[in-house]
Structure formats: structure tokens, C-alpha cells
């Protein structure tokens, strides 16, 4: 059973901008799993979701998305994701192994969250503030490769 809830959990997330464990909790319920908010507190945890930003900067909402991405950066990015990164970057240059990316006001962690579900082994950690994210990669090469990989999907 919980294998099957947490499928639609995932099916749910993808098909619903779900910005609360309540509301998750109602469209299990509506959809005939037996479930308690405790309860989807802990799918949520092992599922490992994350919480994107879905608004624009006078209206920022936040709802739950997929962090469980597979291994190339396009293959990476589902369409939700993507959305999120072209709807916000506006540049994305590096040098040496750091590569900055630069949003629209108040949409850096969103993106940030998203390059962080990326789980690229390559890449050491980032920071986001208002409008920039920081990402450090393990070299130059690798901030260059990241980089070109990270254009290409924005802009396909």
C-alpha cells in the first residue's frame, strides 16, 4: 500500500501545483488511500520531495516537486523543472570553476532548489540569494561543460 500511495503522490505532484501536506493529504483521500497528514509528512521525506517556487515576484508560491532526476542534465530537467529555470534565469556564465547564474527579483532560490535536485556529482554546492545563484563546480572544465549543458536544456 504505501508503495502505491506514494506513487500517486508522485503522480499527484506532477499534475497538481500542491502547496501544502493538506492538500496532499484531500487529493489521497479523494483519490481512495487511506492517509493522515503524518503520514504523507513521512512520504514526503522519503520521496525526498522538495518545495519550488511557482510565482512571480509579487505573487511567490511555493508547491512540492519531484528531486528524484536521473543521470544526464537534460534528462534531469522534467518539463516543471525546465519551466522553472527558463521562466526565471536570465544569464548563466562562469569562470574558473564557479558558474553564476543571474534570475529575475526573488526567484534565485527557486532556481537554486532546482540545480540542487540535479544531483550532478560534479558539482560541489550552491548559494542562492535574490537574483543570483552560485554554484561550484570541481573545475573549469566542469563549470564550462555545466554551463553549455545548462543553456542548451533552458533554451530546448
Do not use: C, H, W
Amino acid at each position: 500500500m504505501k508503495n502505491q500511495r506514494q506513487k500517486k503522490i508522485l503522480e499527484l505532484i506532477e499534475t497538481y501545483d500542491i502547496e501544502t501536506q493538506g492538500e496532499l493529504t484531500q487529493l489521497l483521500i479523494n483519490n481512495g488511500f487511506n492517509a493522515t497528514q503524518a503520514t504523507v509528512s513521512r512520504d514526503i521525506k522519503e520521496l525526498r520531495l522538495i518545495k519550488v517556487s511557482t510565482g512571480g515576484s509579487s505573487d511567490v508560491k511555493y508547491k512540492y516537486a519531484s528531486n528524484n532526476l536521473s543521470s544526464e542534465i537534460d534528462s534531469r530537467l522534467g518539463n516543471k523543472f525546465k519551466n522553472i529555470l527558463s521562466e526565471t534565469v536570465t544569464s548563466i556564465k562562469y569562470a574558473s570553476n564557479i558558474v553564476v547564474l543571474k534570475t529575475y527579483a526573488g526567484m534565485a532560490q527557486g532556481a537554486g532548489a532546482v540545480i540542487d535536485a540535479l544531483d550532478v556529482p560534479t558539482l560541489i554546492g550552491s548559494v542562492a540569494g535574490d537574483d543570483t545563484v552560485i554554484i561550484v563546480m570541481t573545475g573549469e572544465d566542469d563549470a564550462k561543460d555545466f554551463t553549455k549543458k545548462l543553456q542548451k536544456s533552458i533554451k530546448s
